[in-house]
């Protein structure tokens, strides 16, 4: 008798740790597959925003007469436009062929025109110098994610180039031997902005191409960013004053990458304070959603750059498991609140408001930058969500129920319709197959 409740006991325990694994895993926090949430605004920041003959995107929407006016000094934004649309295509490059080629001319076409790079000089042989050091390096940034979504080296080594030629140079040690970027090649000064993504360049460009000396020159200039938040900014997370999102995701990103490269915990640890920062902190968020943090196109695109790389701490198995799993219920509040609010009976204009938690004003002129900072959480989280599930070895995220024998349409959103409405419907078939298409 003792022998079976001794059993009895060793499966019952067996059991109730299977319970606790599956419990823990990360993946059984996600609520849904985001892709097609993805998917239309994706299509609404192109349809709407892109410019397709250069494959530039427009501050405004391109219907609007002053659209190529007032995209003339429209250039580091370019990149985090872009990357939405190299993450749709990281996340659809072995399903959706048509589409897949669609991205793949936008790609050429804004290597080819230079990212609408408004700053020209006789010397600069690249087409992408340009006398804001941080400009150059959001863009060289999106180069090599080029590289990486496409297979093709010419962006990354473009990139490099452009390090190599323009960034790196302007560089300079200050009395104390600290190393640092400045804001601009003919004045002093450096900033967070130029210095957190300059950082990340760096790292990045040693993981490609393993030079060491871009490792050092990264850690360099982590160090004097690290030293400007310990003394002036109380170590407390905040990376700059007043704390904007970009330069909290650049820089934990940078650290998040460093810890990688170098093995040194404390990077790890930089890289949880800035983020966490940028989520909990109230100077960065209002009612539990990221801020509206202006209205100009500088501010309103600084979240489609801190969302990515929140996703990149949460896939990090390395990274502290309770911080994913409060960055996974945060992005996801974001991302829900932010489709509750969009007006899908305008669809292809169903733009993003600055602020997620509330609709888009109709009386005013729609943002290029709100588009792409909302594509951008959309997209990342159907990343973050497909990704998590692929880590547990699950193959598919489905939201379907009592329909696998029978042909079914969905919407958007993934759930299941009626009846066709306009815009993206998805037909899923008995066959497994999946078809989408557009409703005019």
Known sequence: MCRFYSLFSIVLLSFSAAQLQAQTRLSNLIERDYSGRADTLDYVLTNQFLNTTKGIFYAIPRSNSNAASESTYIYWQQAHAMDVILYAYERIRDTEDSRVNSYKTMIQRWYRNHANNWYHSDSDDTGFLNEYTDDMCWICLTLLHMSEATGEATYADMARKVFDSYIQPRATRDNNDVLSLPWKDHESGPNACTNAPG????????????????????????????????????NDG????????YTQGTFGEAARRLYHATGESSYLTMATKVLNYAITSSRCTHNGLLRDE?????????????????????LDESATKRYRQSFITFLQKNANELWANLNLNAYPRTYCNYYWGEPVDATKVPSMGAMASGASLMENVARMALGLKAADGINALSTETNMANVTAIYDLSGQPLQRLHRGINIVRKADGKVVKFYLK
């Open 238 to 245: 905040r990376v700059e004053e007043p704390p904007l999102t």
């Open 294 to 314: 202006g209205s100009s196109m500088d501010q309103s695109i600084f979240k489609a750059v801190l969302i990515p790389y929140l996703v990149n701490y949460i």
């Open 199 to 234: 950082c990340l360049l760096a790292t990045k460009l040693y993981e490609r191409y393993g030079d060491e000396a871009y490792l050092q020159f990264a850690k360099d200039i982590y160090a004097y960013q690290a030293s400007v938040m310990k003394k002036n900014l109380s």
